[in-house]
């Protein structure tokens, strides 16, 4: 089955600072990568997701890149603010389970102001 | 957004009781899910059901149970649970042909 791997497993950066975060995927069969977004004491929240077929997708601060030869793909978010201080994980989901989405052990992001 | 609604939002058992999660979902899914999250752990999925049949239980045990009556209702039974067990219960759901998958709150479970 799947496995997904994120980096690091804590991040800490100034305001208005530029954070990324890597994920790396087993299955070169999965086509749908997922980032979700967990403020404290919340549910997990969709940000963005990016599927096989792209390269790169940007909505703001927030952008997405896949590498598939590599079986990577990272998060970036540019001008961070302290909003965005919360836990991240990237989720792979394979071709041919349509319901088993694996996520990764998540990155807890902090923004100091 | 109350897509994905789950009660209790917490809950404090024995080893030897037996109580419930429930899971309800306003979406129109289709497929829905329990996943366990641990502190410093990924998620982990423990039961789909799509269509109301479970298709996927990654050998979680069998002190968990699982029914799925119908597309917007999922429980996850709890007996004879172990300390180890204390853990964030979310619920999600999704449309088993789409891939976007919509948590609830969660539960939090204390296992003394």
């Known amino acids: 089955g799947e496995n997904v791997e994120q980096h690091p497993s804590t991040l800490s950066v100034q305001e208005g600072d530029s954070a990324v975060i890597k994920c790396t995927y087993s299955?070169?069969?999965?086509?749908?990568f997922p980032w979700y977004k967990q403020e404290l004491g919340k549910r997990p929240q969709l940000i963005i997701d990016?599927?096989?077929?792209?390269g790169e997708k940007k909505d703001q601060r927030i952008a997405v890149t896949l590498n598939k030869t590599a079986k990577h793909f990272s998060l970036h978010i540019t001008e961070t603010q302290p909003e965005d201080s919360a836990v991240y994980f990237c989720?792979?989901?394979?071709?041919?389970?349509?319901?088993?989405?694996?996520f990764g052990a998540g990155t807890r992001l902090t923004v100091k102001p | 957004e109350t897509g994905v609604t789950q009660t209790p939002r917490h809950l404090v058992m024995g080893m030897t009781n037996k109580k419930s999660l429930k899971c309800e979902q306003h979406l129109g899914h289709n497929a829905m899910y329990w996943y366990k999250q641990s502190a410093k752990k990924p998620l982990e999925l423990m039961f789909v059901y799509s269509l109301e049949e479970r298709v996927e239980n990654n050998s979680v045990p069998s002190r968990f149970s699982p029914e799925c009556p119908n597309s917007s209702h999922l429980f996850l039974h709890l007996h004879t649970l172990q300390p180890e067990d204390s853990a964030l219960y979310l619920c999600?759901?999704?449309?088993?042909?789409?891939?976007?998958?919509?948590f609830g709150e969660g539960s939090w479970l204390t296992v003394v």
């Open positions: 989720a792979a989901r394979g071709l041919y389970n349509n319901n088993d989405m694996r």
């Open positions: 299955d070169s069969a999965s086509n749908y």
């Open positions: 999600a759901s999704s449309q088993e042909s789409g891939n976007t998958i919509y």
């Open positions: 990016i599927r096989s077929n792209v």
